[in-house]
Every structure is written in structure tokens, then in C-alpha cells.
């Protein structure tokens, strides 16, 4: 991975680190915890990339279905681009 792709990655890690304020609207809690869950696999997935080189296809696969069905609280196409080059560097 090429220092650009690691920075990109690291910025998306911040912003993932903090969720977005739980909602005061019970309704859409349940929405809420979904992305969460979906952004904490990326975050996850991004800090042991970084930190230690590796993912595997599996992992990266299994946490993109998070995404695809749940969504996140980032920018959807900012974390499709990430899901795209984690796979490119998947074992």
C-alpha cells in the first residue's frame, strides 16, 4: 500500500472513530446501531491494515455486506473507495 492509500485510509479511520450522536428519536435508533455496527467493521478492518498489513478477502467481504446493507454514517462513496482498495490489498 503507497503512503497516499495509507493516508486515505487513516483519515477515514478518525472519522469512523467517533460515530455520529445517538438520536434522541427512539424510532430511529435501530438505523443508528446498524451503521455504527457497519462502520466499526471498517474501523476495525482499516486499524489492523494499517497497523499490521493484513486483511483477509473474507474479512473485507463479510464487513462490504455490513456496508451494502446497513450503510454508515460516513460518506458512502468515500467508504466504497476504501472498501476498493482494501480488496485490491486483501490476501
Do not use: K
Not at 4 to 17: C, K, N, P, V
Not at 37 to 55: F, K, M, P, Q
Not at 70 to 79: H, M, S
Request: proline residues 7%.
Amino acid at each position: 500500500m503507497n503512503p497516499a492509500e495509507s493516508l486515505q485510509l487513516g483519515s477515514l479511520y478518525d472519522a469512523l472513530r467517533t460515530p455520529a450522536p445517538m438520536p434522541a428519536d427512539p424510532a430511529a435508533m435501530t438505523g443508528w446501531l446498524a451503521r455504527v455496527e457497519a462502520d466499526a467493521a471498517l474501523s476495525g478492518l482499516i486499524s489492523r491494515v494499517l497497523h499490521s498489513g493484513t486483511a483477509t478477502t473474507a474479512e473485507v467481504t463479510d464487513a462490504q455486506a455490513l456496508f451494502d446493507r446497513l450503510g454508515t454514517a460516513a460518506d458512502p462513496a468515500r467508504v466504497a473507495r476504501a472498501y476498493d482498495l482494501l480488496h485490491r490489498h486483501a490476501e
